[in-house]
């Protein structure tokens, strides 16, 4: 294939495609650029002043689509005020506060029972929970169906969220801001759910339940009573199913955490 051939548009679209599936959300060029040094564009072959007012202002290039930053007050304010899991779901549908919406194709609310009494929290959807729409439906999803099993619990048994309800392109983590962003949406879930018992998976989900800097390592195993929004609950932090698939020999490590769920479950009445 020549390599000076033009694309044509699908081929075009697809290639904008891969990027956008790499994580590619910015386009910058091999060699920084001054913007600051360059004068406005001007349209070529009409004068600027010879525009109408209204095709004037369709020659400025339209802002990027989203929020440069979304204001945390207002998540705030806006997730309080939802009385139902459905207010909350149609409150993120059409909030623009955070910037991973714009690059992601959909929400990724929830999945499971809104009644269960066991909650479970993830860190963010990746491509196949943001192709369907659900959490943990990939490879890592199919993972915690099976380590779920084990203990007796099933996706009906349970409620799974994830700390932010967008995939952050590229699958790269959430940026603090984009956390500050969503916690309080997630908050409310929280609360409105009010599980009696939590089990959060991986790093992120642990620090952004249990307030911490402390790594998974570390935290992994040991119970605590948290407070996530108005509700209190007992939580424990175990390993990420795609940690596991990465390291099978942490399994062992999982387990022993899934068997400590497993008898408070019990002691308190959920078996
Ligand atoms: N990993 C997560 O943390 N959440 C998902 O929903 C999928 C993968």
């Not at 020659?59 to 207002?74: K, M, R, W």
């Not at 929970?129 to 659900?134: A, C, H, S, T, V």
């Not at 409105?192 to 195993?221: E, S």
């Amino acid at each position: 294939m020549s390599q000076d051939r033009q694309l044509d548009n699908a081929e075009l679209l697809s290639v904008l495609d891969w990027y956008r599936a790499a994580g590619v959300d910015l386009a910058v060029g091999e060699e920084p650029v001054d913007r600051f040094a360059q004068k406005p564009p001007v349209a070529t072959n009409v004068p600027p002043r010879a525009l109408p007012a209204q095709q004037e202002a369709r020659a400025v290039p339209p802002p990027a689509q989203g929020p440069i930053g979304g204001d945390p007050a207002e998540a705030r304010s806006l997730a309080a005020s939802a009385q139902t899991l459905d207010d909350l779901k149609g409150l993120l549908e059409s909030y623009n506060g955070c910037g991973l919406k714009f690059r992601a194709t959909q929400l990724v609310f929830a999945d499971g029972n809104p009644e269960a009494k066991i909650m479970l929290i993830g860190e963010a959807p990746g491509a196949e929970e943001d192709r369907i729409g659900k959490p943990f439906v990939g490879r890592s999803g199919h993972l915690l169906d099976k380590m779920l099993a084990a203990i007796g619990l099933s996706r009906e048994s349970v409620y799974i969220v994830n700390t932010v309800p967008w995939r952050p392109p590229g699958n790269r983590a959430p940026t603090p801001e984009e956390m500050e962003l969503c916690l309080p949406f997630l908050n409310r879930q929280v609360e409105l759910v009010a599980p009696k018992l939590v089990l959060t998976l991986g790093g992120p989900a642990m620090q952004t339940v249990f307030q911490t800097t402390n790594g998974i390592i570390k935290m992994r195993g040991k119970w605590q009573d948290v407070t996530i929004g108005s509700h209190e609950v007992a939580a424990l932090p175990t390993l990420h199913p795609a940690y596991l698939l990465r390291n099978p020999a942490a399994k062992q490590q999982a387990w022993r955490d899934l068997l400590s769920f497993r008898a408070k479950m019990l002691e308190l009445g959920l078996g």
